[in-house]
Each structure stands twice: as structure tokens, then as C-alpha cells.
């Protein structure tokens, strides 16, 4: 499995920003999909968004236009900028990894999760 170390969430007033960082151990984009989940309280898991090497990216209906996901294969870092933040998007925010390079956004498929941090939106 794949280590991952997340960081960067906060409280923020609603229309601001915050960019989330995921140190991945290993060389790990070429060979893996790195994705970015949230969950609220009292609600499912959610897929955000996507990137597999070399660079292709996919975003939920929710956080398009507003959120983008990128990585930095020198560094093993995926980063989730954050823009326009509305009090819905308050959650706990997670990276993900599994092997391969399809896209996909069911939570049980990825093997390996970083431990979480925490965004918090104000009004």
C-alpha cells in the first residue's frame, strides 16, 4: 500500500480558499490514481477529484469550476486547490490511491487512505 500524509484544511469564510496537499510515499503517480474524497457528518463518502499520469484530471458535478486537482510527480504530491468555498463543502477531506490508471469514483475501490483533515467553511 501506499502511504499518504495529507494537509493544508482550516476555517475559512465561505467564498474563500485553501489548497490540501497529499505527500505520497514512493514513486507513485505513474503507476497509481490519486484521488481526493470528503465526508460530512451523517453522510457517505464522497469522491471530489481525480488525476492519473500523466495529467488527466476529473472533477465531481459539485466542485467543478471552483475546486482543481493537480500533482507534482518530483515531489509525490497531489495538491486540491480549493475556490469559492461554499458552507457545504465543510468536511473531512481525504486522499486516495489505488493502482491503475481508469478513473473511478466508488470509495471501496481504493486500497489506500491518507488519515484526513478537516475543512471547515463559515458563513
Known amino acids: 500500500q501506499v502511504q499518504l500524509i495529507e494537509s493544508g484544511g482550516g476555517l475559512v469564510q465561505a467564498g474563500g480558499s485553501l489548497r490540501l496537499s497529499c505527500a505520497a510515499s514512493?514513486?507513485?503517480?505513474?503507476?497509481?490514481?490519486m484521488a481526493w474524497f470528503r465526508q460530512a457528518p451523517g453522510k457517505e463518502r464522497e469522491f471530489v477529484a481525480g488525476?492519473?499520469?500523466?495529467?488527466?484530471?476529473f472533477h465531481a458535478d459539485s466542485v467543478k469550476g471552483r475546486f482543481t486537482i493537480s500533482g507534482d510527480n518530483a515531489k509525490n504530491t497531489v495538491y486540491l486547490q480549493m475556490n469559492s468555498l461554499k458552507p457545504e463543502d465543510t468536511a473531512v477531506y481525504y486522499c486516495?490511491?489505488?493502482?491503475?490508471?481508469?478513473?473511478?469514483?466508488?470509495?471501496?475501490?481504493?486500497?489506500?487512505w491518507g488519515q484526513g483533515t478537516q475543512v471547515t467553511v463559515s458563513e
Open positions: 486516495a490511491a489505488r493502482p491503475g490508471r481508469t478513473m473511478l469514483v466508488r470509495s471501496s475501490l481504493y486500497e489506500s
Open positions: 514512493g514513486r507513485t503517480f505513474r503507476s497509481h490514481i
Open positions: 488525476i492519473s499520469w500523466p495529467g488527466s484530471t
